[in-house]
């Protein structure tokens, strides 16, 4: 996000370091009550109670200042945070396309950035359909593809419990209980006793969904189709994704026809996180 920091810092810092304050952060959640993370460069760690009051003087709504302080890491893709300014209880409701998601970047995994992603995911649903989504989080997904496509039903699983717990409150706070439903556990041990198959699966676990390609491609129906998110190099975003869904659909005498592919975030100089979609025969 576009901000006047550094604006609001001049004359508390100098030139040289108000140069190196981030130029854009996130803010999660909505007027009264939102939470903004920023990364703060090692050379401003002595000065970044500044910078958050100057953050929360030009953001009204910001109760809570957030510092990164790891990379996402774990099969939970969580992530460190120190609380530079403001209220310790950082959770929030966060609003967008019309749902609401209530949590606390502090447990769960959530990024507001990826809001068009589940957009066009939304727009490939030929509602009424019935979709999976794996590795669902605080139910963005679910509750998105729900709330646009009113003849539509999504399964949701996610191992981390503090995430499903928020998924089951975000499901109730958009009136989806008759449309989403959200399991908690290990999508491998999970996905073999929903005894049916699904016409659209997603896998938002850029880290690792291919390592669970064998429980997936069984979830998807024939004809149906799969969203699978990867990591892949910015030169050749989708043979490899495209080729890891193809051996896997193989060990199930099914085919593949690859339908597209998207390049959904900057993960790292060279590499993106990525999604192809494939129907599977
Ligand atoms: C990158 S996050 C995406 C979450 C959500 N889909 C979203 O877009 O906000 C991946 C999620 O997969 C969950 N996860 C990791 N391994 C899992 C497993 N074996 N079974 C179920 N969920 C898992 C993590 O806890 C995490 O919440």
Redo the contacts with the bound molecule.
Sequence with gaps: MKNTLKANLIGKLSDELIELVPSSFDILGSKGDAVAIIEIPEELESYETIIAEALMHVHKNVKSVLAKSSERYG???LRDYRLINGDPNTEIIHKESGCRFKLDPRVT???AR?SSERERICEQITDPEDVLV?????G??PICIAKHNPGTTCTA????ED?HRYCLENIKLNKLQDRVTALQG???EVCPTLGKQFDRVLT??PKGAHLFLDITVPMVKSGGVLHFYHWAPDDDPYSDAVKLVEEAASEYDRTCEFLGGVRVAKYSPGVSKIRVDLRID
């Design positions: 099969e939970l893709r995994y959530f990024s990826e794996m590795f669902s989080g605080i963005p997904f699983i996610e191992l981390n995430a290990d999508v491998r938002p676990l």
